[in-house]
């Protein structure tokens, strides 16, 4: 370790110095080998002049040397079958392009090319650097005579320091081996390294029977940044990444398209992973027999998704294809600003027993919050006598929380399967859905039902949501279990056989509070709910077509939804819609991400406890307004003893002391009130 003094001076001294701490320090420019397969044999790879021809001697000598850490690679196409020190055999299928602690490996470089001014020129798509597992070259469409090409195109394993792969097109692995390692990661396997993939496109390598098409990791890290990852195959998990126990997984930027699994996870597959994260991704077109075409995720305790888009994903050829866009299980974490468009799963083969399409673009169950994301157009479809057709959009199981989505266009359909049903969303569990639309799903066929959404198992709560022009043999709107929750909703404009009722609407018996329902007879009970027609801006759009995506449920003054919700109802803001740290608030944000709680002074507060009352629907009336004050029941923006004098007056005889909207007074209301004891509301 070095622990230098100088005193202050000018001159060599400084200079001196300054080299002294540099080297110390370890940032002396680090030593650089080129490779360019247009050079003749014989060069030492130390500069451009004198390059190596084959990349397996660069790496060889890397090895052989710690101080190397970077190689530069010009255009062309090399094979881990080749070199020029005698080090590995023509076409060995063993061969592998084995990456080093702490080396950076670099591609699309100009080199020889009598073109270029400069041999440093980097231009990733005009200068295309190949590895090629190819090693006859002649690899065909559709994994043609991929037989005799290397098990693993690039190789890491138990590096001490992280490796880079950067500007390559990883090509023609085809992990096919007797032994399970040699199955998995035709383009690239990993264990225990730390790796950073920048710009790189892995495309049309292969495992078979196991998982990992373009690349496995088990352990460690790895990053993908701006890569292309597609058509690549896989047997069972990961056709095109499949990672397990990593520290870290994180891909930003890249574009996964039309990869395939027989099983699980067609494009990205992650089990039991620490985090997870994927921001600013395109999956388009990938394939999975059975879950989640485009990515797998399970057992990860961090998970983060953002602003993704999911489109044209499938799964099909299964007795049970479901979660085509993104399937997640048994994780903790955030799905957000993601669209789900034109992903689809469809039953078409037979099973003894009970079968299913499902979830065509997302499925969660476990802690995990969905906001601000969009479906459209996504369906599930039974093709088989013995499978159901089941949430055309997604499924939500117990401890997902749901907000400010849009559920537009989706489908389910039995064309000839026993059961239709939730169009837009199928309920696995006791999820929440706070400020959501619904608009213009069906559940098609003959038996279909709940054309917006359907309860299968648990007590799901919906708050300010709205659900219009959905479709359905028996109930357009919400198909729900006994005690699923609806508080501060509007159903209207939803239809089924019948016409457009109550039933159309919401069928089944749940608690149904401060909501507009078309057709209210008050059958349903609960209280503060209306039976009028809440005056959207323009419910068909400028299209002058219902359930399309220029559909404009807002409401126009003078709706009887303004100002008549229950503030008590909205969650806290765990998904910190508005970005200031606070996740205790109550959510502050409707639909189009605009302040709720602004109190009219056009309308008549028809609502639950002290003004700014929230709206009815997903979308509030007017600007922002200041934050409502639980457990304050007198209105002075307190809580205290007189608070607590009207809710123990009101005890288990009147609502007059109700704070959760549930229309009666008793303990969860005291608990509020003592919750928020001594605050004062700004």
């Not at 090319?113 to 065909?140: H, K, M, Q, V």
Request: charged fraction near 20%; glycine fraction near 14%; charge should be negative.
């Amino acid at each position: 370790m070095c622990n230098l003094h100088y005193p202050r001076c000018s001159g060599p001294l400084v200079l001196l110095t300054t080299l002294v701490a540099a080297i110390c320090s370890g940032t002396v420019e680090a030593e650089i080998l080129y490779v360019d397969d247009d050079a003749p044999l014989g060069g030492d790879g130390l500069s451009w002049d004198t390059p190596f021809k084959y990349l397996q001697d660069a790496l060889s000598a890397a090895a052989d040397d710690p101080s190397i850490t970077e190689i530069r690679v010009a255009q062309g196409t090399y094979k881990p079958d080749q070199d020029e020190a005698g080090n590995v055999t023509p076409g060995d299928r063993e061969a592998t392009f084995q990456l080093i602690s702490g080396l950076a490996l670099r591609g699309a470089y100009c080199g020889l090319d009598p073109n270029c001014a400069d041999p440093d020129e980097r231009d990733i798509e005009l200068y295309e650097t190949i590895l090629s597992g190819d090693l006859a070259g002649d690899d065909g469409p559709d994994f043609e005579n991929y037989d005799e090409n290397s098990y693993h195109v690039l190789r890491a394993s138990e590096t001490d320091q992280a490796v880079v792969l950067d500007g390559c097109t990883i090509t023609g692995g085809s992990a096919t081996g007797d032994v399970s390692d040699d199955r998995r990661g035709g383009g690239l396997h990993c264990y225990e390294v730390s790796i950073r993939l920048v710009s790189c496109t892995i495309v049309a390598n292969r495992a078979h029977n196991l998982q990992g098409g373009g690349a496995f990791i088990e352990g460690g890290s790895a990053v993908f940044l701006e890569c292309a990852i597609r058509e690549n195959e896989s047997s069972l998990f990961g056709g095109g990444v499949s990672v397990l126990y990593a520290d870290l997984v994180w891909f930003e930027g890249c574009t996964l398209s039309a990869n395939r699994i027989g099983a699980g996870g067609g494009a990205i597959t992650t089990l039991y992973c620490n985090r997870v994260v994927l921001k600013d991704c395109n999956l388009t077109s990938n394939m999975a027999h059975n879950a989640g075409a485009g990515v797998f995720v399970s057992s990860s305790p961090e998970l983060l998704v953002n602003n993704c888009e999911f489109t044209g994903n499938w799964c099909s050829d299964h007795v049970i294809p479901w979660g085509a866009g993104m399937v997640v299980r048994g994780s903790h974490g955030t799905i957000e600003n993601c669209t789900f468009r034109d992903n689809w799963t469809y039953a078409n083969r037979s099973y003894d027993e009970f079968n299913y399409a499902s979830s065509a673009g997302l499925s969660v169950k476990g802690d995990v919050t969905v906001a601000n994301c969009l479906f459209v157009e996504n369906s599930s479809t039974s093709g088989v006598e013995t499978a159901e057709a089941l949430g055309g959009a997604a499924s939500f199981g117990d401890q997902t929380k749901v907000y400010n989505c849009t559920f537009i266009g989706n489908r389910t359909n039995n064309m000839v399967g026993p059961t239709s049903a939730g169009g837009a969303v199928l309920f696995l569990g006791s999820a929440t859905l706070t400020d959501c639309a619904f608009i213009g799903n069906a559940a098609e066929g003959n038996t279909g039902t709940g054309g917006a959404a359907y309860v299968l198992e648990g007590v799901p709560t919906l708050t300010n949501c709205t659900f219009t022009a959905n479709t359905a043999s028996e109930c357009g709107g919400l198909w729900a279990t006994p005690d699923t929750r609806l508080t501060n909703c509007i159903a209207w404009g939803n239809s089924d056989n019948g016409g457009t009722g109550e039933s159309a609407q919401v069928f089944g018996t749940p608690i149904v509070n401060y909501c507009c329902i078309e057709g209210w007879t008050g059958d349903l009970g609960g209280i503060g709910n209306i039976g009028d027609d809440p005056l959207f801006v323009d419910p068909d759009g400028p299209d002058d077509v219902f359930g399309t995506e220029d559909d404009d449920v807002r409401l126009l003054p003078g709706s009887p939804c303004i100002d008549a919700g229950c503030n008590g109802a909205l969650p806290r803001d765990w998904a910190d819609l508005d970005d200031d740290g606070d996740t205790r608030e109550i959510t502050p944000l409707d639909l189009d991400g605009e302040g709720r709680f602004f109190d009219d002074p056009d309308t008549p507060d028809a609502g639950c406890r002290c003004p700014p009352i929230v709206d009815m629907g997903a979308y509030e009336f007017g600007d922002t307004g200041p934050q409502p004050c639980p457990g304050d029941l007198d209105c002075d923006r307190v809580v205290g003893h007189s608070d607590l004098g009207i809710l123990l007056a009101a005890w288990h005889n009147s609502a007059e002391g109700d704070l959760n909207c549930d229309g009666l007074t008793d303990h969860a209301d005291l608990g509020i009130l003592l919750a928020n004891w001594g605050a004062v509301c700004p």
